[in-house]
DNA sequence: TTGTATGCGTTATCAC
DNA sequence: GTGATAACGCATACAA
């Protein structure tokens, strides 16, 4: 059995540590928050008695009197997508050694959750959100215009940000792809897309007005699903992409590199020869892609800077360092980059 | 300039609600929490009372008043790598559906920095802790006995558990694999690591105690690092190992899957036939694993399991619902799996 | 079923 | 430089 552990055991508080050290509770707390008016030999005397208790002050007290929380919340849709973990690597290293903390909700791609998180998360007085896209609900936009907390909206650029967008135009970046593939005389484009979210149908936007523009568009090669991205997934729609048809295809946008390794993949299998057959362009610039065969190509998003930069600018919405209180501009462009490789001619 | 933000809106508080409502403040926090006791008609006029003025409660004051926090945390070594992305996921997708609340904390594969999070982690008073391995500093396995919030080490087999362990034992998948290459008649076997973190080091050693017993083990044909994983690091770790070994070895089993990867490539690129003239095996089963040519042998392991078996024993833990109180045992073993593809002959 | 009094552990404010 | 007092917003315990 795993029951080595205490039961109900009290907590210690302020109070506890100001009669061990003899002083009052104000002079402790002054202690653990690191205030400057107190006498060297006191300060001593409370972390002695701190360490011999181990007390450990209480967050809910402290935020409730300060309303200080120190608590950033970040929205993402999904765990899953690795997208979302270089995002919040650049949210972590900023906000952790400031010593802020994250709380982390996951909206499984639905506003509805999405507005249950907010609401959650404005109840713990967070003093920044960072929240991915434009697609809130009425009434989420409307809890956090109200709450007066800085909030970034990350990933995508939205029609009318919040407050502060970070991201980039995925309806662009759809665009140069079809244009590349245009440019490397590609002329029966398809478009392979699994997890439909709303940065993904921006790209298919953007991909279709180009080809659209150049006569070059048929619905027919528009493969979608609202299922997951993977490997497997890519292999089996661009199967579907064959048959639906019926071979009349000679490239493919995949809304993911995980989709597009999976059609390099059956590729492989079905004898087609990538690049000079089919052409095959991806998106995000996993690793992966430059070791595939042919490497892959593909589009790079800064998804590290996409977080970073969201944590910064809370930070100056919060402690502004500079003179003008409105130095920081509504919508940072972060940016894409084609990266070409060998699976486009 | 972005400051359509209203500032320094005065908080709601249930006072408000109630005056608006023509009630009291408790019972408007009874609505709020779904009490029982509370008459229809009543808790309509609340509600609308709390929709109409955008009401959200102050979940510090609720924690500090009841000591309930509904809060998880979890203490991870890293955000980059996958394993733990599926292990987070297993835990969100029990700790949200119980609105219990994930605080996140990336350790960086550092004790101390382990330690200032245990620290912060346990003043938000968290009904349970998620912690990874079992290498705590004396302090922080101090404060953690001494807090009675139960507690889960989870991903490898620990020594002495503070409570409950989830996990498997490293040492021995990483003498599996060893058996599985002397099975395939590899003879010359050597090991690629990076990042060697505690669990990767009792692979090694497991994996080194069977080489050893079998007389077939060649330090020279270790090879490691303390850098992050990556394919690219995989390719280099493998150009290293061939070159201090002269070429002499003909299998080699890699921490994890990334590295493998970037081992068949490297193959690839010296027209070294995998598996006939070279053995690869990986750890972790990634998706890429099976899609790899030649397919990749590897060791499957229940990262999902991991995180939602260890939320759901915290869970038993607050709420017992068996009549023994113990009958949790402090060890669960979620077991690995060999998955032999093309990379072994 | 509803309300009243009280306390949770900390910090702000203002004395000393 | 240090301390007393009063919030902070909510929930518990009990009374009505």
Not at 78 to 93: A, E, K, P, T
Not at 106 to 122: F, G, K, M, Q
Not at 176 to 188: E, F, P
Request: charged residues 20%; hydrophobic residues 40%; glycine residues 8%.
């Amino acid at each position: 059995m795993a029951n080595n552990k205490p039961q109900g055991a009290q907590r210690l508080t302020l109070k506890d540590v100001a009669a061990k050290a003899g002083v009052s509770p104000i002079t402790v707390s002054r202690v653990v928050n690191g205030s400057a008016g107190v006498r060297a030999n006191i300060r001593e005397k409370v972390e002695i008695a701190i360490a011999e208790l181990g007390y450990i002050p209480n967050r809910s007290a402290s935020v409730l009197a300060s309303s200080k929380s120190k608590l950033i919340g970040v929205l993402i849709p999904s765990l899953s997508n690795v997208v979302f973990n270089d995002v919040l690597r650049g949210i972590y290293d900023i906000a952790t050694p400031a010593n802020y903390q994250v709380l982390l909700f996951n909206t499984h791609y639905s506003p509805e959750e999405e507005e249950r998180a907010v609401r959650t998360l404005l109840g713990q007085s967070p003093e920044g959100l960072i929240i991915t896209g434009g697609e809130q609900t009425p009434a989420a936009r409307a809890m956090l215009q109200a709450s007066a907390v800085p909030v970034v909206q990350i990933m995508g650029e939205v029609d009318k940000p919040i407050d502060i967008n970070v991201g980039f135009s995925h309806f662009e970046a759809g665009a140069a792809v079809a244009q590349l593939l245009l440019n490397r005389s590609y002329l029966k484009i398809g478009f392979i897309g699994a997890r439909m979210d709303p940065r993904t149908c921006q790209r298919l936007d953007g991909f279709e007005g180009i080809l659209s523009a150049a006569n070059r568009l048929d619905k027919k090669r528009i493969i979608t699903t609202q299922k997951p991205s993977s490997v497997a997934m890519g292999a089996s729609l661009f199967r579907e992409l064959m048959t639906t048809t019926q071979g009349n295809c000679d490239a493919v946008f995949c809304c993911n590199d995980d989709l597009a390794l999976g059609v390099l993949h059956q590729c492989k299998k079905m004898h087609i020869d990538v690049p000079k057959q089919f052409g095959v362009c991806g998106f995000n610039d996993i690793e992966m892609a430059a070791y595939a065969e042919p490497a892959l190509s593909t589009v790079r998003v800064n998804r590290y800077n996409m977080g970073s930069k969201a944590m910064e600018l809370i930070f100056e919405k919060i402690n502004p360092q500079t003179d003008e209180a409105s130095s920081i501009s509504a919508y940072i462009n972060t940016g894409f980059e084609l990266v070409i490789r060998q699976s486009t001619r």
